[in-house]
T-cell receptor
């Protein structure tokens, strides 16, 4: 059973550019959540995808968007990058079951916006 | 709304000392889950423990122990005989509804263990 993977590991962009971050869920997991962790802060929820549909969103502007594919992998897209978008982006996969839905985190993508 | 407060921003201890990381939470839900995660410099969040709101028993796992007190809305984490490898940022988090809701994290406590 493979864990959650994310790519790329690091990324440097400039203001105004667009970026796509990728996440592969743990095998069998159909739910993916994305979090942004700014320096010195705890992770903050961006949005969640369940079976290819957005299933909840945090307090982030529309320029943060996502996709989930039939194989349950996911993308986070950020348009018109701002300096404050510099952060560690974490994805977590889970599978809704009868008991608690454990979220398994990937290693993260560190985005730097110059 | 849910909230997690970790009042200690940074703690520094000498190796072999015991250290307690504080966590206070707020929620109106009667069913909720509390977590501790460790984040080493590599950045990956390492799951340490999950506790549900109906289980107030304290737990011990090796040098780690957790004290859950609903009366004070606290879920504190103690490391006994700290080691340099314990140096990391530790996050307390909360969610509800069988885990199908987003995790709400505190701001974290940076623990430095000095040899």
């Amino acid at each position: 059973e493979t864990g959650v993977t994310q790519s790329p590991t690091h990324l440097i962009k400039t203001r105004g550019q667009q970026v796509t971050l990728r996440c592969s869920s743990q095998s069998g997991h159909n739910t993916v959540s994305w979090y942004q962790q700014a320096l010195g802060q705890g992770p903050q929820f961006i949005f969640q995808y369940y079976r290819e549909e957005e299933n909840g969103r945090g307090n982030f502007p529309p320029r943060f968007s996502g996709l989930q594919f039939p194989n349950y992998s996911s993308e986070l897209n950020v348009n018109a990058l701002e300096l404050d978008d510099s952060a560690l982006y974490l994805c977590a996969s889970s599978f809704p079951g009868l008991d608690y839905n454990e979220q398994f985190f990937g290693p993260g993508t560190r985005l730097t916006v110059l | 709304a849910q909230k997690v407060t970790q009042a200690q921003t940074e703690i520094s201890v000498v190796e072999k000392e015991d250290v307690t990381l504080d966590c206070v939470y707020e929620t109106r839900d009667t069913t909720y889950y509390l977590f501790w995660y460790k984040q080493p410099p590599s950045g990956e969040l390492v799951f340490l423990i999950r506790r549900n709101s109906f289980d107030e028993q304290n737990e011990i796992s090796g040098r780690y122990s957790w004290n859950f007190q609903k009366s004070t809305s606290s879920f504190n984490f103690t490391i006994t005989a700290s080691q340099v490898v314990d140096s990391a940022v530790y996050f307390c988090a909360l969610n509800t509804n069988s885990g199908n809701t987003p995790l709400v994290f505190g701001k974290g406590t940076r623990l430095s263990v000095i040899a």
